[in-house]
């Protein structure tokens, strides 16, 4: 290999190069934006479609299923669903991981212009938007202060807002709780039906007179040109009565047919922060900025911002994104630097010699800086993933530069010069490392193209361990042997090992070798033997395999609790809201609680509130936050009256909003809505009885009460009207349509409302004689068109795959996912469900199985490329057989592992496995390699595997332990995000540690074996 000699011959080229690396990795270090995990591209469409005044029943048969049937020819598409709620269709258009989005849009909306004059004419044009999974927000803050929120609200939207919006990378800025400033205009409906005033004509009127509008230009004495201009619009509040209006009897004035006064918009939600109103004030970033620099900017320009007011205003964090990701990847970085550490340690005490070590230990900075740069230049970026593998690879890193330092120091106590041995002992073992290196590489490949969400979490992870690795390679080949050049002359022989002889590792070692020389040699003498008993531990560690727990993704504790609440429907607002202050009295009093922000009125239901319990830091707390929430569930006795759920709130699995994140969602499906209705109710009925659920909840809502406008179609047409102008009219009588803005100065722009008086809205018998307007002009009560009956309306309508769906969420507790899984089809199966009614499951279980199938195709690839791969090196079929027998052991490792730290099967311990098949090979493969060498110069075969397994045991046992120690805390899974890690750490420990033994002790048997067969074979 000449890669040893140049470093030997080259020295200062060699040190330039290496300088350059840690250069460029710099660079690239302080060019990388820091997020919590990968980017995720999910392949997902929207298309949204507005129907005002439309019913569940009547947007899903005119609308979703219309849409549906054309984008059913879109190609690569997965699956469609629909929600049909009332005024909106939304599509759901999920395509095969890996489809170009931007021409799957183009596919989607050219289908969409395709059925749209089939739609309503009432209809909104339908529009589609890529769903982003970035778009939570990435900060989340309560505000109070002093005066009235009404008045708080209005210096945070005109003097906080502008400022925040204007920072680099804030994309939208959500306020919510208190009232906005509105103009309210209250028309008396006796007024507008005595005079016949149309209130099409009140709306026109009030448009057309707040205007200012060019008239052209003037030349004046033939001199000077000047602009015409008519000023039209309000000066005052008071000019909005003035507003001209026709009737029958003539013109009139705004101010004698209504009310106009300075008031605030209808309070829909209540926002409470730590027992008192409040605002809340949510922060969202562009799908390509960097989170802590974004939040870090906001912080800093609130800071400034906030002594500047007139009023004082506090801000409570509540959520913050970049406070999580900066704690998760310290935790990482200090989990790589303590492995690392105990690398080193381990390398002193095998070595001996403080220079050896550094020879060694050097290459761990530089292989890290210099991946740094990689990452960048790959179009990565700095999260747990890219750190994580970075953390999992410490150990492997000084792998290479072991086997090459130990090969040569043992070739220079073997009398050659220090410049042979620097060049010989690298090459000698170049090609194998080399290999050993590439093998590990080679099994990330699978992970790299494997679709799915799996894939886009690991990714990151699989490209940072191979770029370090290759690094590692270079360096190893490199700078080792030009560092040995220049310090292994520094290093007394005859000192060094006679310190070594009286070190107790040696002394260990050295007994450790002479009982390991007749253990090899009993077991191949007692080959069948060792082959029966090899197999039947296998077969057993099958077997227990069962016992090991399934899940999707280990839960994070990011100090984060949901609380949702929902009341009868219908329950007034401040009815709820005292539900929620009884919640917030007992909760206020918990050690680990450290702010509690409640939201009333969500998605627009007064009966429904949500509550945000911020928690200490990790640290600070006895209790886990899944402990904290099942304690909060306990509390459902506080509010007898309401639904009670409590779960773990993560940013990084959260899971659907649909779903709350639950862990369990089944799927029923059918064409019969009340026979689905009815069905779903029973299988909630029946999962909400068992122990291993809790928060189990019926996807469909309770029928909201309603009042329910039956028009008269033969008599609306007699005015000329059709159903949906009449229901247009009602929405502006009661909900009001802002038909203008009023310019208040200082830049505000307040809406300005015209509907009926509260008093019509109060009244069943007010709102059938309610106005509406003919399209002749003629003015006539509601009850003439229509009849106005109390009913109950569902709330939305869900399809998937053009089939009619209800959903059961819950989340498991005490068992994993795959046991609470295979629970609840049993549960199901004793159900006496209707012909025609079909059961899956969705959300997070589908996407475990989806993972688990896309991951164990990467594993199988793996094996076999990693065959391919030695297969070429040793040009030979069946000693590649012999390495290979090293996974089979390793995975005994990984269940042995996991069970014993109560971990479960999931996707990361699934990357572990895969990572796990890369290392175990190592080991094998050097140690055949030089199986082959010995056998070129022994006439003994097992003279020669037991020379050559005497030789490696040492570099074994040195990679294997700075391995497995740089992974050790990771494996603990100790601190904030760690969680993700210890499951991958914990599968290579474990695989690792059992395949080292299987490769010292059973691999030179195997050898024997398939050289015998290979012998008789080739005859």
Known sequence: MRLPKFAVERPVAVTMIILLLILMGGIGLTNLPLELMPDLDLPVVVVLTEYPGAGPSEIENLVTRPLEESLQAVTNVSSISSISQEGESQVIIEFEWGTDLDYAIQDVREQVDFVGPMLPDEAEDPYSIQFDPTEMPVLDYGVSGEGELTEIRQTVEDEIVPELERLS???????????????????????????????????????????????????????ETLLVRTLGMFDTIEEIGDVPVAGDAGMYYLGDIAEIYDGYTDQDIIVRQDGEESLGLSIQQEADANTVDTVEGVQAELESLLPELDQEI?????????????????????????????????????????????????????????????????????????????????????????????????????????LDASVDGASEVGGPIAFSTLTTTAVFLPVVFIEGIAGEIFRDLSFSVAFSLVVSLFVALTLIPMLSLKLMDKIDLEKLQERQQKSRVNRLLEKVKTKYDSIIRGLIKSRVITLIVIGALFAGTIFIAGW??????????????????????????????????????????????????????????????????????????????????????????????????????????????????????????????????????????????????????????????????????????????????????????????????????????VDVRLRYGQGVRESLSDIERMPLASAQGQVFPLDNVASITRGEGPVEINRIDQT??????????????????????????????????????????????????????????????????????FESYWQPLVVIFSVPFGLVGVVVGLLLTGRSLNVASYIGVIMMVGIVVNNAIVLLDYINIRMKDSESRLDAISEACQIRLRPILMTTLTTVLAMFPLSLGIGEGAEIQAPIATAVIGGLLVSTVSTLIIMPVLYTVFDDLSKKISG
């Open 314 to 418: 506090n801000f409570t964090t509540i959520q913050d994104q970049a406070e999580y990701v900066n704690v998760a990847i310290e935790t990482v970085i200090s989990n790589a630097v303590i492995g690392g550490i105990l690398a080193i340690i381990i390398l002193f005490i095998f070595l001996g010699s403080f220079y050896s070590t550094v020879i060694v230990g050097v290459t761990i900075p530089v292989a890290i800086t210099a991946t740094f740069f990689l990452i960048y230049w790959a179009g990565l970026n700095l999260n747990m993933m890219t750190l994580g593998g970075l953390a999992l690879g410490t150990g492997m890193l000084v792998d290479n530069s072991v086997v090459v330092t130990e090969n040569i120091f043992r070739m220079r106590e073997g009398g050659k010069a220090t």
């Open 169 to 223: 990378g804030v994309a939208q800025i959500d306020i919510t709780g208190s009232q906005e400033r509105e103009i309210q205009i209250e028309m008396d409906p006796g007024r507008i039906q005595r005079n016949n005033i149309g209130v099409t004509q009140v709306m026109e009127g009030i448009y057309a007179s707040n205007q200012d509008l060019p008239g052209g230009d003037v030349t004046l004495d033939q001199q």
């Open 548 to 749: 090991m727990g399934q899940e999707f993704l280990p839960e994070l504790d990011e100090g984060l609790v949901s609380v949702e609440l929902e009341m009868e429907p219908g329950t007034p607002l401040r009815e709820t809201e005292r539900e929620v202050e009884r919640l917030e009295a007992e909760l206020m009093d918990w050690p680990e609680i450290e702010h509690i922000q409640s939201e009333i009125g969500v998605d627009g239901r007064s009966s429904d509130a949500s509550m945000t319990l911020a928690l200490v830091d990790l640290a600070d707390r006895d209790r886990s936050t899944m402990e904290v929430a099942a304690e909060v569930r306990g509390l459902a006795e506080l509010v007898p009256e309401a639904t009670l759920e409590a779960t773990n709130l993560s940013l990084v699995t959260g899971g659907d909003e649909a779903t709350g994140g639950a862990s369990i969602e089944v799927n029923l499906l059918g064409s019969d809505l009340d026979q689905l209705t009815e069905s779903g109710q029973e299988v909630t009925a029946a999962l909400s009885e068992m122990e291993i659920l809790t928060d189990v909840s019926f996807g469909v809502d309770d029928p909201t009460p309603e009042l329910q406008v039956q028009v008269d179609r033969k008599q609306a047409g007699n005015y000329g009207l059709t159903a949906g102008e009449i229901a247009q009219g009602v929405n502006t009588a009661i909900d009001g349509e802002v038909v203008t803005r009023y310019d208040a100065g200082d830049e505000e722009q």
């Open 804 to 873: 009619r769906a209800v959903s059961i969420y819950g989340d498991h507790v005490d068992v994993d996912m795959g046991t609470a899984v295979e629970m609840v089809e049993a549960e199901i199966a004793g159900l006496d469900l209707p012909a025609g009614i079909d059961y899956e499951f969705g959300g997070e279980t589908e996407w475990m199985q989806d993972a688990f199938d896309d991951l164990f195709l990467a594993l199988m690839l793996a094996i076999v490329i990693v065959f391919m791969l030695l297969a070429g090196q």
